[in-house]
């Protein structure tokens, strides 16, 4: 080696595999390709099936409030935004009590009540959405018109007070707001806070706020150990360590949780069909009585439905189909530039 200079080089890295892994690669591969080809079917299908629809009514279907295909007037863009307002409504609600949960479990529950928590947790996430329906129309509903009654002791505790409560001081915010409400008139008919935005997006955050917790409570509870005691060790409350360590590393699961709620929101049908007034006009006041949603639009039409309305509702559930997927992909771009675990605060 006289006189040669040792230059540093990246070393190759080989892998073998077993033969086992070949059919574990072609099995995961080939799975992959069947959820990506299910999905290109189904969007391919709505497309097919909703084409009539959109070529008769062109752009104006985006932006036409109206429905009503047999006449020609017809549009998704009262549905799409009631769809958004009932989703959002729903995440607003759901994720701080799905957080809070998740955080309560994983790091103050006692060891006694854990596993407890998890199992009713898991058993809220798999409860048909039609009973959420079922419970929001029977009973959580309705105690908007029992507590209108003069004995504050006779109040029904539910929904009612905080509609009533969000509307007199919070009024003058527009999403707020509540045409025909005067909360000093006694005379005021309380009906108007019944099937709205906020009761159906509540009875979906009920729905949704089990799956996110789950999520994030597994997210929770692979914090590093040695973090944790580190942070503990330096000085740091339980608060700060969570604040410091648990939080930074669950912020994609966190994301993802979040996310997963999200699309569930977003398609949610029988029991925003079973609240909802179904009206066709944008309702940007989420307190006051009337909404709407693609899906339920679906299910309140699709039985007694001509074939040109068939087509047109086909073209609305491709609007929801597109809406998810783009709700999903931006998910995934989030998680990806946020990856559980990379850092700590």
């Known amino acids: 080696m006289s006189g040669d200079l040792l230059v540093d080089q990246p070393r190759t890295l080989t892998t073998k595999h077993d033969r086992s892994d070949v059919p574990f690669r072609l099995g995961t591969r080939s799975a992959s390709f069947v959820v990506l080809g299910i999905m290109s079917l189904a969007g391919v299908f709505l497309l097919v099936q909703g084409g009539q629809a959109l070529g008769a009514d062109g752009p104006k279907f985006l932006t036409t409030q109206a429905w009503d295909p047999n006449s020609g007037v017809f549009g998704i863009a009262a549905v799409l935004l009631g769809t958004i307002f009932i989703a959002l409504t729903a995440i607003v609600v759901a994720v701080p009590l799905a ?4 955080l309560y479990i994983s790091e103050y529950a006692p060891r006694q009540i854990k596993q407890t928590l998890v199992t009713l947790v898991d058993l809220m996430a798999a409860v048909p959405s039609v009973v959420y329906g079922l419970w929001g129309l029977f009973l959580f509903q309705p105690g908007i018109q029992d507590s209108t009654r003069a004995d504050a002791h006779q109040i029904t505790p539910g929904a009612v007070d905080v509609s009533q409560f969000l509307a007199t001081w919070l009024g003058w915010i527009p999403i707020f707001h509540v045409d025909g409400f005067n909360p000093s008139d006694p005379l005021t008919t309380k009906t108007i806070f019944t099937a709205s935005t906020f009761i159906a997006g509540v009875v979906v955050a009920m729905m949704v706020a089990p799956i996110i ?3 994030m409570r597994e997210v929770f509870t692979q914090a590093p150990i040695g973090e944790r005691e580190g ?6 409350t339980r608060w700060g360590m969570i604040r410091s360590v648990v939080l930074p590393f669950g912020r994609a699961g966190m994301i993802g949780g979040t996310m997963l709620g999200l699309g569930r929101a977003l398609g949610e049908t029988i029991a925003v069909y079973l609240i909802i007034s179904p009206i066709f006009t944008i309702q940007p006041h989420i307190l006051q009585s009337g909404a709407n949603s693609i899906s ?3 299910a309140l039409r699709y039985s007694e439905a001509s074939p040109f309305e068939i087509s047109a509702l086909m073209a609305a559930g491709l609007a929801l189909f597109i809406m998810t997927l783009i709700v999903n992909f931006g998910a995934s771009l989030i998680i990806s530039r946020s990856r559980s675990g990379a850092s700590s605060d």
């Open 213 to 215: 917790c789950s999520i």
């Open 296 to 298: 339920a639009l679906i």
């Open 99 to 102: 957080a809070g949960t998740a």
């Open 231 to 236: 942070a503990l060790a330096l000085g740091a």
